[in-house]
């Protein structure tokens, strides 16, 4: 987002505050949680369900409280959750690339608030890179390429103008609607292919889902508190891991300085959660039972919402409406390696079909600041288009990228890729998706129904479960953070301040039939 709009935007953020901004059309009922039933003070016990980094971190404030009966319960072989790198290319040509997160958003500026993740991958020497998103890309379309870096600035002053307008709806108390609703009142219809793929750049490759399915208020606001100074924000820069490690090294060495062999399962899948207000027990896919006075869950949206896992009782009919309102968005990036690079010298390429979202982003890693002479590029689809791709053989899918990318260079004699390969991360039963997006018709009541305690005894965090941070890494770090210190106060004693709850998320006005 453009800086001018970036500090528009922050003015009536900041004035408003941020729990007011996506319900003007709702009310609801509070439930304040605190009388709670507890353990002897300083004795508790906790499970921390899930080794991503909400759940790393929720263990390393447990620890610097003095709180060491806990356990991490993870289903893979390894800490790191939705970091998750893989080996890829032909035989001694493998790179380690990242199937998942894979750019650390806003870094520091000056000696303003640094991104807790940028913080830890400079302690553990992470090794990242700039991705220049902006400055240095080409545009394609199906007759090859094609400058259309005008209308692509366009679509980029056309998003800074939604986010203006979003801030004038929240100033007038008006309702929110889909950042589609928001573009058409703006005057900004993409309807040529150019056009569409431009804006699609700024926007789903962002969140992962169209303007139809995105809150206009939510979106406009998606970015700024990790950019923008103005807001708090760690300003502009990105980096992008390159690190031969994995992305997930600096997030393993950090649990290695304080973690205990015995404080971590691996390779357990949950199965069942068994809760109430005296504590909380936890059925492995093995049989194992785990019991303690606490649990923290740390599960995806996606799999929450897939009843991948069962509770008993059932969560709470507010709890339940809560996670089916959000949205588990589907970021996918397609990898090919080549005998040699013969493509586009620019960091990124954008291209245009009449499908919008179709093939449409694509990067170059065999590139001087990333993996030269790697003969790799990757190109990224996202929400339906990785849904539907994910029904298909891997063959087909690579028939379809290759018809796209000869579409793009009909000068060049295209071979075939020597080794191809994509994630499946909507059908993958740990995660059942990317990163959580907000749309339109969830409140700021439901997010807090979201985040909310259930039965005094059990916690939920992640990256979904972040009001200003939502679908961010840093996300994931600061709700295992507020959690682990909420937990930690309830086994101190004597306050427990859990997270209320809202009994009812209404409409401000009655129905008019």
Known sequence: MPPVYRALLSSWLLALGLLAVVCPGSSALSVDDKEGRRHPTGHGSVLILGGGVAGVIAARTLH?????????????????????????????????????????????????????????????????????WFGSISTYDSTGAVDYLDVFNDAGDAYGELTVAAGARVDRSLVD?????????????????????????????????????????????????????????????????LDQRGFKHFIQTEAAEFLQPHQVLLNATVRNITYSSSGVSVRLADGQTLK???????????????????????????KQEAIQSMVMATYTKIFLQFPE????????????????????????????????????VFVTVTGDYSLRIEALSDETVQDEVMGVLRSMLPNVTVPDPVAFHFPRWASDPLYRGSYSNWPSSFFSQHHENLRATVDHRLWFAGEATSQKYFGFLHGAYYEGQDVGKKVAKCIKGPE???????????????YII
């Open 496 to 510: 427990c301040d859990e997270l209320k709850h809202v009994a009812e998320v209404t409409n401000a006005q009655p």
């Open 177 to 241: 609607g889909t950042a589609r609703t928001g573009y058409s009142l703006i005057k900004s219809n993409a309807r040529t292919p150019h056009a569409m793929a431009s804006e699609y750049y700024q926007f789903d490759w962002e969140y992962a889902q169209t303007p139809e399915e995105s809150s206009w208020i939510a979106s406009s606001w998606g970015n700024n508190f990790t950019y923008n100074t103005d807001q708090g924000g760690f300003g502009d820069d990105n980096q992008m891991s």
């Open 292 to 318: 303690a006075d606490y649990a923290i869950c740390t599960f995806s949206l996606g799999v929450l919402q897939h009843d991948d896992v069962i509770f008993d009782p059932p969560l709470p009919g507010w």
């Open 341 to 376: 690079k013969f493509w586009f010298d620019s960091e990124m390429a954008l291209y245009a079909d009449l499908e919008r979202g179709r093939y449409p982003v694509w990067q170059s890693l065999d590139h001087e600041n990333f993996f030269p002479g790697s003969g790799i």
């Open 64 to 132: 610097e409280r003095g709180i060491t009966n806990f356990k991490i319960v993870e289903a893979r072989g390894e800490l790191g959750g939705r970091l998750f790198s893989q080996t890829f290319g032909a035989p001694g040509r493998e790179v380690t690339l990242e199937m998942g997160a894979n750019w650390i958003q806003g870094t520091q500026t000056d000696d303003g608030p640094a991104n807790p993740i940028w913080t830890l991958a400079q302690k553990h020497n992470l090794s990242t890179h700039f991705n220049d």
